[in-house]
């Protein structure tokens, strides 16, 4: 008809007695669409079946078909009537959301950051390569796990369960620290934005959590704590005496033998100006 011209570029006149599926049916196709005609010329009739039409300027349009089976008077099968609405502008947006929401996919799964989810039961459906690689669990084993009793040491728990059940009602958090316990038994550092993750109509189907991981961090925060405890360590307990004086001349450093020789415990000389007090 008339509007199978406009869309299509070709007249009738040129579509006439042209074999439908090897002249206007994309390669890929061809052989389903075949099949679908073929059903409909046994009387097996399909509805709302896509189909791609390539127009005279080479272009595609798609196509959402009925195909009918078409007979004459007496209801021996004569050919196939298609009847069809034309989706081109609704399958471009379509493939152009399906094209982003992978490239979406690539970035999560590719990120050098952590990145997992949960669903509305706590169960784990977001992990991410780095995830995997940081804890040791791949993606297979740890979907549908529930993340708080599965892979946060105990001492947390509690409180990730309520970071998360927060953010289950919408109130985010930022910075959040947590300690991952990975398949070998160590411990991660992870430091989390729990974020509120919703679906099309704005409701909430459950978290996503972007990490940094700072586990060498934190080691190295251990480190220099152990290692300024032992030199105070050192200090108080050393066999000389140690005293020391900030900017105004107060005592700010009074160790143990320092005290034992004056007599003045830590207590009573620190604060204290060292020189006009004890010299």
């Keep these: 008809n008339e509007k199978t011209a406009e869309i299509t570029g070709f007249s009738k006149e ?3 007695g042209y074999p439908l599926v090897s002249t206007f049916i994309v390669p890929k196709l061809r052989e389903s669409v075949q099949s679908v ?3 409909a010329l046994k009387g097996t009739e399909t509805s709302n079946y896509e189909l791609e039409f390539r127009t005279k300027s080479n272009e ?9 089976t078409r007979r004459d008077a007496e209801n021996n099968i004569v050919g196939v009537v298609g009847v069809a609405q034309d989706v081109t502008e609704a399958a471009k947006h379509d493939r152009a959301v399906a094209a982003m929401a992978n490239e979406l996919r690539q970035l999560i799964n590719t990120a050098n ?20 690689e940081i804890t040791g669990f791949t993606r297979e084993e740890a979907f549908e796990k529930p993340l708080v009793s599965t892979f946060i ?8 369960q309520t970071v998360l059940d927060n953010a289950l009602k919408g109130c985010e958090t930022s910075n959040y620290e947590l300690e991952f316990r990975t398949k ?3 411990i991660r550092h992870l430091l989390v934005n729990a974020t509120t993750r919703r679906d099309a109509n704005y409701n909430i189907v459950g978290v996503v959590g972007v990490a940094q991981d700072v586990t060498e961090t934190k080691r190295n925060d251990r480190a220099m704590s152990a290692m300024a405890r032992e030199l105070r360590q050192l200090v108080d ?11 105004h001349g107060k005592v700010n450093e009074w160790n143990e033998k320092t005290a034992e020789i004056t007599g003045f ?15």
Excluded at 115 to 132: P, Q, R
Excluded at 153 to 160: G, H, N
């Design 153 to 160: 040491v105990p001492s947390l728990r509690q409180s990730v």
């Design 184 to 186: 070998s038994n160590k």
């Design 60 to 68: 595609i349009r798609y196509l959402l078909v009925n195909a009918t």
């Design 237 to 247: 307990k050393a066999n000389a005496p140690i005293f020391g004086i900030d900017v």
């Design 37 to 39: 005609l073929d059903n």
């Design 14 to 16: 040129e579509a006439f």
């Design 113 to 132: 950051a952590p990145i997992f989810g949960i669903d509305v039961d706590g169960d784990v459906n977001e992990w991410n390569d780095k995830t995997a």
């Design 265 to 279: 415990s830590k207590e009573e000389a620190f604060g204290y100006p060292l020189v006009s007090t004890f010299i």
